[in-house]
Every structure is written in structure tokens, then in C-alpha cells.
Nanobody
Framework: QVQLVESGGGLAQAGDSLRLSCAGSGLTFGPYVMGWFRQAPGKEREFVTGISWSGDTTYAASVKGRFTISRDNAKTTLYLQMSSLKPEDTATYYC??????????????????WGQGTRVTVSS
């Protein structure tokens, strides 16, 4: 059974940093595209960043330069280092796996396994 479990969310002030982790079980990360998405209250889930099996990365314009995605395939763990946090980063953050694509996609429908999410709240 595939399971993704996010952790590391919490309360932060504007300008702070947080590091999210996503631990996987029941699958290997190596061949797959991995992604982070977020969903703010009342809004649709949106792409934040993705990383390919080879380490290529893509970022949403809103987080580029502030967030860094990384992966440790041996530990089947995905990370999201978030710096210079802003109140608009407040959302539930989800990690996801895309087992079919070889290139990073931003569509939620392309990702077939999801974690339960971890809440990030940034105050001004």
C-alpha cells in the first residue's frame, strides 16, 4: 500500500523559514516525478514545485527564489525548504507522485498518489 506522509508544517511569521518533508512507503521514488501542491481555504489546489527523477526542478512564479524542492530517493523522502515566507503562502501543502510522466507537469490530474497534507500558516 502506497502512503505519503507530510510533516513540518506549522505556524510561522512573515520572513521565517520552514522545511516540509514527505515520507513515502510502498513505492520507490527513484523513477518518478514528485511534486508539492498547496491549497488555501476557498481556493483550488495549485502547483508549487516539482522535481524529476534526474533532479530537474520547476517552480511556480510565486515561490521561485524562495522555495527549494529536493529529494532523497534512498530515504524515499521529498523535501520543501521554504524561506522568506509570506502570508499568502498560508495553505495546506501536499506532496504527490506522478508515476507516468517523465517531465514535470503542473496538473493535479497527472499525479496519482497524494499525501494527506500539512498545514502552513504564515502571519504578518
Amino acid at each position: 500500500q502506497v502512503q505519503l506522509v507530510e510533516s513540518g508544517g506549522g505556524l510561522a511569521q512573515a520572513g521565517d523559514s520552514l522545511r516540509l518533508s514527505c515520507a513515502g512507503s510502498g513505492l520507490t521514488f527513484g523513477p518518478y516525478v514528485m511534486g508539492w501542491f498547496r491549497q488555501a481555504p476557498g481556493k483550488e489546489r495549485e502547483f508549487v514545485t516539482g522535481i524529476s527523477w534526474s533532479g530537474d526542478t520547476t517552480y511556480a512564479a510565486s515561490v521561485k527564489g524562495r522555495f527549494t524542492i529536493s529529494r532523497d530517493n534512498a530515504k524515499t523522502t521529498l523535501y520543501l525548504q521554504m524561506s522568506s515566507l509570506k502570508p499568502e503562502d498560508t495553505a495546506t501543502y501536499y506532496c504527490a507522485v506522478d508515476r507516468l510522466s517523465r517531465l514535470i507537469t503542473t496538473r493535479t490530474s497527472d499525479y496519482d498518489y497524494w499525501g494527506q497534507g500539512t498545514r502552513v500558516t504564515v502571519s504578518s
